[in-house]
């Protein structure tokens, strides 16, 4: 979710993309910064063996669809051609036009946009307000996205198929003021109590879609009335799996037996599974409900803690108040609040909040499969989920982060064992329940020299156990508190943890974060100190604003190699791999990573490897370089962990006291190592990458261009619009004075070559 730089237009009351609410006493890393264990000696000893025993990578494995029951063979390896380690296209410029930008000799094609028909008998999307069947059209917001390739029949799963695929994708939101999504009402929407006929527009606006794709002539588009379409939202059933599956911190009167809730919710980042799943994860949903002003007396248990630390304390307003659309449950279920005599919750919705904040396993092939959340790899407000190296005999490493300031880097490691037969099983939600429901999470602890440790959350850790602000039950409730339980042992709070990706070469991950506000040289008790992976604060006069308050104003991305390259390790070492910065910023204190006109960001979000030419992708979510540029997508060749060298940033506080805080900032990009891809429309966020295997067409999603509008009645003067994308692009209604869309790009090379060549 943007964060606009008008004041006017940052939803703070209903946002919690990059709320405050990790109040633990946790350490920062002040307290660890004169550790003298040598990381130069951990590098040596642990890193060096990492790839040996690595057998192959799921993104090589091939699949038989659960309609094509003969497993098909392996596909083949690609040929080492396909990887790119030297960049020469020309980079793109930065841009405020509003329009994308792509380099010389490439092409970019809106395919898929906000309310575009799913089904043969759907109408044409009429852009002006007036359309409705959201759950037969695109949602709004694009979001992350995976492909899932089809044979050249469309019958089966190919997984190598690159002409004809599937795109599942998520709607994480809707551009909104106040309560209303206002580009999809006639007149901008209505206050509360809000209209049901515009809750029933607003609702299935959000959730998944699934959406076949196909190149014809050389043309990418959307199949409408494709057999595979589907729209998931959140009124769809979902099951519960994993370990709180039935737990009492499930039940709601909608599931008095706790096993299921209805739909997804605020879905961001994604993920690809090793048998050919998609995994998408709910990352802001705590705003969309609403609690009672008197909640905390009426409950009077620890679920107080749970809710004021999952960001709905007593009072809280719900983002579009759906709550007051009518008495009929797809209503009533936003608000919360205990109103019901029961002890156990089944005749009220007090326990709805903790049905949402999981990471939901889809089959984008088939639609008679249930949809899952998996329980095992934790609550809270999830990004993506990016499996460590694939190997056979070995458990799976599933890698997340909790976007908030101050929230956590987490881990899951799966129980079962790697086996190699099961990229090719038949029922792929089955393989799922294999790999995804048992197993144990991880939280992370940076260390000031380089190094770092992964924290089991286990109910049996003393520290846990005796955790004084909130009693755990059982570990399903460690599951669901994820958050209180990585309080307890200490985690490091993270300058918001976005996406996280897994380089299909080297096996180590990435993770961005993408910035704070609230990391300060001198914080308060609410703030957030230096540490050696969170180091930065200082002012930027754009991004700033009128408090000129300093933090981490531009993300930085950070990367770890597990110990041995064991997906298992409870041990790693880290660097940065880029500091976000301004060129022409301070190369001591803040473009640390000195970055040129031709490479400089802010605020990455969206991060994805190609398996195919193993480059990185980049994508920004900004609003502090958004004076000088639109959002963006930047390619880059990392290195390793520990190529580059070892930093101190020197601070002075307001009284004068010198203070330095170590960090390592690793090799500093090259203008053939790291370049500026593309730059989007106005007011838009880049977000969700893919491609097809052959690594000639990459899909990208621009979401949400044009958000920012000064007043709802603004709906009705395109005049007011800050973007016109994609209608000025010729896409759909409305050409030059159309409404903005989020949509979804189909990237190719006009001479037929791989993406990044
Ligand atoms: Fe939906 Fe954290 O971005
Ligand atoms: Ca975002
Ligand atoms: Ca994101």
Redesign the pocket.
């Known amino acids: ?1 943007n964060r606009s730089a008008d004041p006017a237009v940052q939803h703070d009351a209903f946002s919690h ?1 990059d709320a405050d609410l990790n109040t633990s006493g946790n350490p920062s890393f002040n307290e660890v910064l004169d550790s003298r264990v040598s990381r130069r000696s951990m590098l040596r000893g642990g890193v060096g063996t990492a790839a040996t025993a690595v057998l192959g990578s799921w993104t090589l494995a091939g699949c038989g669809g659960s309609d094509d029951p003969a497993p098909v063979a392996p596909a083949p390896v690609p040929p080492a051609s396909t990887t790119i380690d030297t960049l020469s296209f020309t980079p793109v410029p930065k841009s405020i036009a509003d329009t994308v930008l792509v380099p010389t000799g490439y092409t970019a094609t809106p395919i898929y946009a906000l309310g575009d028909p799913l089904t043969a008998t759907t109408p044409a999307y009429k852009n002006d307000g007036t359309d409705t069947d959201f759950e037969n059209r695109a949602g709004d917001h694009h ?1 992350g996205m995976e492909y899932f390739g089809l044979n050249a029949a469309g019958t089966a799963r190919d997984p190598q198929g690159s002409t004809r695929g599937l795109l599942a994708m998520n709607h ?1 939101a809707t551009s909104q003021r106040d309560v209303r999504s206002y580009f999809i009402h006639p007149t901008g929407g209505t206050l509360n109590p809000r209209p049901a006929a515009e809750a029933d527009k607003e609702i299935p606006i959000h959730g998944l879609s699934v959406v076949e794709v196909s190149k014809t002539g050389g043309t990418w588009g959307y199949v409408q009335g494709s057999a595979y379409n589907r729209r998931v939202t959140p009124l769809t059933p979902v099951q519960i799996a994993g370990p709180a599956r039935g737990n009492a911190l499930l039940k709601t009167v909608y599931s008095v037996d706790g096993t299921t809730t209805r739909g997804t919710l ?1 879905n ?2 994604t993920g690809y599974t090793p048998w050919g799943t998609f995994l998408t994860g709910e ?2 949903w705590a705003g969309y409900f609403t609690r009672g002003a008197a909640d905390n007396a009426a409950r009077g248990d620890k679920s107080v803690a749970s809710l004021n630390r999952y960001g709905r304390a007593q009072g809280a307003a719900s983002r579009h108040g759906w709550e007051t659309a009518g008495a009929a449950t797809q209503y009533a279920r936003w608000n919360i609040s205990k109103t019901g005599t029961s002890t156990d919750g089944t005749d009220d919705y007090r326990n709805e909040l903790n049905g949402f904040g999981y990471i939901v396993e889809m089959d984008a092939y088939d639609k008679t499969l249930p949809i899952k959340k998996r329980t095992a790899l934790g609550r809270f ?1 999830h ?1 993506s989920a990016s499996f460590g190296k694939v190997v056979a005999g070995k458990p799976l490493a599933v890698y997340q982060g909790d ?1 908030s300031r101050g929230e956590y880097i987490y881990k899951f490691v799966s129980t079962a064992l790697w086996d190699a037969a099961d990229a090719t099983a038949a029922n792929r939600i089955a393989t799922g329940d294999k790999y995804l429901d048992n197993g144990k999470l991880y939280v992370a602890k940076f260390a000031a020299d380089g190094t770092g440790s992964w924290i089991e959350l286990a109910v049996g850790n003393p520290l846990i156990a005796a955790y004084a602000t909130y009693t755990f039950a059982d570990q399903a409730d460690v599951l669901v508190n994820a958050r209180l339980a990585a309080d307890a042992v200490g985690a490091t709070k993270m300058d ?1 943890p ?1 996406w996280c990706a897994v380089h299909p070469t080297t096996g180590e991950i990435y993770y961005t974060l ?1 910035n704070n506000s609230n990391r300060k040289l001198e914080p308060t008790p609410a703030q957030f100190g230096l540490d050696a992976a969170n180091p930065r604060a200082y002012s930027d006069s754009f991004a700033g604003g009128a408090a000129g308050a300093p933090g981490n104003i531009n993300g930085h991305i950070i990367r770890m190699a597990e110990v041995g390259g064991e997906s298992a390790a409870t041990a790693f070492t880290w660097d940065v791999y880029l500091f976000g910065a301004q060129a022409d910023a301070d190369t001591a204190k803040i473009n640390l990573s000195a970055l040129t006109a031709d490479q400089d960001f802010s605020s990455p ?1 969206g991060l994805w490897f190609s398996p195919t030419t193993k480059l990185c992708w980049i994508q920004t ?1 900004d609003g502090a370089y958004t004076d000088v540029t639109n959002c963006m997508m930047l390619l880059g060749v990392p290195g390793k962990v520990g190529d580059g060298v070892k930093t101190t940033l020197s601070y002075t506080t307001a009284a004068g006291a010198a203070v330095n805080v170590d960090t390592y900032v690793g090799k500093k990009p090259t203008p053939t190592t790291l370049r500026r891809f593309l730059v989007g429309p106005v007011d838009c966020e880049l ?1 969700g990458c893919t491609e097809t295997p052959d690594g000639k067409t990459v899909f990208a999603n621009i979401q949400h261009p044009g958000e920012t509008l000064a007043a709802v009645a603004d709906v009705t003067d395109p005049s007011k619009y800050l973007s016109h994308w994609p209608g000025n692009a010729g896409y759909g209604a409305g050409g030059a004075t159309a409404r903005p869309r989020s949509a979804t790009l189909a990237i190719t090379k006009n001479d037929g070559g791989l993406i990044g060549s």
């Open positions: 979710m993309d979001d994480e605020n961001c980042g990352e802001n407000a990004e976007d918001r976005e993408t979000d979510d977000t």
